[in-house]
């Protein structure tokens, strides 16, 4: 009983160290936002055209309005998360974007966000795509310089299924519930500066 006592003296020290785990989560999404924002806005014409166009885009109604939601939720988003101001309230927006993907692009695709042959994830498309892979991978090594194409890492087919719009989803979800954290988010000095003045 008392190992199981101090056990829990240690994990509760450890909750001075809590604004950790908001932060890594707010710096790991923001430049994921940051960067499809931005990927958005500078071809914004092409954005547009892909929201809309039911037989090779999305096919959403009023193109240009959820276009430009979902390019300004990406880089104000970018922009809250890094400064951990207004973190669950950006978050609502994004998560509902990381649903549109997920259904709108991704959920088709399956699980897997790269191809891969076997595992529990693994599906038609998937294990089709290995076939399709090695097939690339011999055209390259007899006529191209595959040890240079492949020094920084492998080939890999992408399968575009919810893996890495889920995981996001989650991460935001979990900044929802807990907030930005304490003492490097404007949030937490708002907070505090209104708690004083009370």
């Known amino acids: 009983m008392k190992l199981l006592l101090k056990m829990q003296g240690y994990l509760d020290a450890t909750r001075q160290l809590d604004f950790l785990a908001p932060l890594a989560l707010r710096l790991y999404l923001a430049p994921i936002f ?35 939601l979902a390019t300004s939720a990406e880089l104000l988003g970018a922009a809250a998360l890094v400064l951990g101001l207004g973190v669950r309230w950006i978050a609502l927006p994004l998560m509902f974007t990381m649903l549109v993907a997920i259904v709108t692009v991704h959920l088709p695709n399956g699980w897997l966000a790269i191809s891969e042959g076997m595992g529990p994830f693994a599906t038609e498309r998937t294990m089709s795509a290995i076939d399709r892979l090695q097939e690339i991978k011999e055209i390259l090594m007899e006529h191209g310089d595959y040890d240079r194409l492949t020094d920084h890492g492998s080939l890999v087919i992408l399968n575009n299924g919810i893996e890495f719009a889920a995981t996001y989803l989650i991460m935001l979800l979990s900044l929802f519930f807990t907030g930005a954290g304490r003492y490097v988010s404007v949030d937490y000095w708002i907070q505090r500066r209104i708690q004083s003045q009370a």
């Open 34 to 68: 940051f960067v499809a924002g931005m990927n958005k806005a500078m071809h914004f014409p092409d954005t547009v055209q892909w929201f809309g166009d039911a037989m090779y885009g999305l096919g959403l109604p009023f193109p240009t309005l959820m276009a430009g």
